[in-house]
């Protein structure tokens, strides 16, 4: 099955986190086109992927941003979240946010890490959910994380 995903990244964040993304699905589900965009920051995120999933025809989108470490940051990041909620609601169609915040990690290498694993993983997961969604389904429970190591299912 074909599809078309769109992803939209930031000029504000630290890593170019569109080109992980956009490799990982290239590299790995080569019926999947994908279409980007680059914004400034993450509070442009919301309407960059409704016009990709309305005007552009995407399936789905994955918005990447890397909020600051600031109370601010959080702050811009959680109403941009929102926007990407009602944007999803307003479309019929999902928006996989990926956020990664500077302060979740202890220093830039970590941050670097996080970053990759973080992008790669999702960019699977939106193409899991547009072309092989049982893929999902197999995986419920299982304590899958993206950033960081797997937690595992209990048992």
Known sequence: MSAKIGIVDTTFSKVNMGEIALNEIRD???????????????????????????KEDCDACIA?????G??????????ASQGIIQAQLMTNKHIIEVFIHED?????????????????KHAKNAAYLTTKPE?????????????????????
């Open 135 to 155: 893929i999902l389904v197999k995986n419920a429970g299982q304590g899958l994380r993206q950033g960081r190591e797997n937690a595992g299912p209990i048992n």
């Open 64 to 68: 990447l941003g890397m909020p600051g």
């Open 28 to 54: 790995n589900f080569p019926n999947i086109t994908v279409t980007r965009k680059t914004v400034p920051g993450v509070k442009d995120l919301p309407v960059a992927c409704k016009i990709m999933l309305e």
């Open 104 to 120: 979740e990690a202890s220093d830039e290498k970590d941050l670097y890490n996080i970053t990759v694993d973080r992008c790669r």
């Open 70 to 79: 600031q109370e601010i940051d959080r702050q811009c990041a959680h109403e």
